[in-house]
Nanobody
């Protein structure tokens, strides 16, 4: 079992920045990919950024490319989402999710929620004046 706790959310003005982190505990040796999803009211949960921790692979949804950066801290258990140039449309509840890996996977960082068995509780990000 893996437990995930997000932190770093809050409210910022358009153009501002936030830094989200996700602390993983439990059976963390099983983790291969770590991703951030978000969900605004009335919308489907969408993948935002993901990282395959056993290779140099990252993925971003088109709307955040050039503005958001995903990385790992030195523990290799805490994915960091640096969000710059935030826009009102980035307002959503952000979730950390992790999955195990396999010997071969065509897509190491899927953005389909069903691929991720472990989820954090989510943290609110609000971008408004």
């Amino acid at each position: 079992q893996v437990q995930l706790v997000e932190s770093g959310g809050g409210s910022v003005q358009p153009g501002g920045s936030l830094r989200l982190s996700c602390v993983a505990s439990g059976y963390t040796a099983s983790i291969a990919s770590m991703s951030w999803f978000r969900q605004a009211p009335g919308t489907e949960r969408e993948g935002v950024a993901g990282i395959y921790i056993r290779g140099d692979i990252t993925r971003y949804t088109d709307s955040v490319k050039g503005r958001f950066t995903i990385s790992l801290d030195n523990s290799k258990k805490t994915p960091i989402l640096q969000m710059n140039s935030l826009k009102p449309e980035d307002t959503a509840k952000y979730y950390c999710a992790v999955k195990s890996g396999y010997f071969y996977e065509p897509d190491r960082v899927p953005f389909d929620t069903h691929n991720y068995p472990y989820w954090g509780q989510g943290i609110q990000v609000t971008v408004d004046s």
